[in-house]
């Protein structure tokens, strides 16, 4: 048996076997700063199979965000002093600065694809995750989860790293979706179906000034009833999300036109480009223009 300590991705990395286990294995060769306004790949992986003997534990110094999807085999994750049981189709999120450890079952060793990432909004999003479904994800999430680290990691495959960020970027956006699917799971069809409605409403009228009453009427239902439901579903309150729409489209525009600043927040329905400036920097922590700029430096344009 080797023991091994594996700084600085591991305290501790006890395994059996041979230490070239993987399947597939990329380190980066590049190190950017922490804080960078991109999603960065430390290391990702793939094993069909572990060591019938294998151990990873780490403390809050990490400085990576994790994602793993178990396709395979049984284990166990020990995370914020719980304990969960690991097995097939599940997929695991753990957040930079957490102390944490997993193992895998000698008898059913884990298979499993992976990846350790950091920069952009990554330790927000997974702390946001792991706070709202757990560390350990399952359902249709999962199948959508290992496509989208599978892309990441073909792009890997043949060198294509300028486009990494989005992946990663992708990979997230849909363990967040899964959010949704829970909340929605349960409520009934027709009040799904009229919040679908709301989204499309609201999405038709960024440029107007909307308002919870007008939301609830689209909804069909009262507006304490709404804002309840709306808050239950969403986690924001309504106002919350017409703003992060407004936004969203905001970074749209910004990266697939080039539209004039002002022009776009215009089109959104905000007050003045001041206010759209102001609130574009509070959700990305840059301006506008620098967001485009940032964007256009990603894509070689």
């Not at 003997?53 to 994790?66: K, Q």
């Amino acid at each position: 048996m080797e023991y091994i300590k594996d700084a600085p991705f591991a305290n501790i990395f006890v395994c059996n076997g041979d230490i070239d286990f993987h399947d597939y294995y990329y380190i980066s060769p590049f190190k950017e700063i922490e804080d960078s306004i991109y999603y960065c790949v430390n290391r990702t992986g793939i094993e069909s199979r572990v060591p019938s003997l294998f151990f990873v534990e780490r403390d809050s110094t990490m400085s990576y965000c994790e994602v793993f999807c178990i396709f395979s085999g049984k284990g166990r994750l020990t995370f914020r002093g719980n304990t969960y049981e690991l097995g097939k189709n599940q997929v695991i999120v753990l957040p930079a600065g957490e102390e944490h450890s997993y193992g895998s079952d000698e008898a059913e060793p884990l298979g499993m694809s992976w990846v350790e990432f950091y920069g952009g909004d990554s330790r927000r999003l997974t702390r946001h995750i792991v706070d709202t479904q757990g560390p350990v994800i399952e359902g249709m999430i999962f199948s959508d989860a290992s496509a989208a680290l599978g892309i990441l990691q073909q792009k890997l495959m043949i060198d294509e790293r300028q486009n990494v960020s989005l992946e990663i970027y992708r990979l997230l956006l849909e363990i967040l979706k899964n959010e949704r699917r829970y909340a929605m799971a349960e409520i009934s069809q027709d009040v799904k179906a009229n919040f679908s409605r709301v989204e499309a409403y609201i999405d038709a009228h960024l440029r107007d000034r909307i308002t919870n009453s007008q939301l609830a009427d689209v909804c069909g239902i009262s507006l304490p009833y709404f804002i309840k439901q709306f808050k239950a579903i969403y986690r924001m309150t309504p106002q919350e999300f017409v703003m992060n729409r407004r936004l969203r489209k905001g970074r749209q525009m910004l990266m697939q036109t080039g539209l004039p600043v002002d022009e776009i927040s215009e089109m959104l329905g905000f007050c003045n480009t001041s206010h759209f400036i102001r609130r574009f920097r509070e959700k990305e922590k840059m301006t506008p223009a620098q967001y485009r700029g940032a964007y256009r430096i990603e894509q070689g344009l």
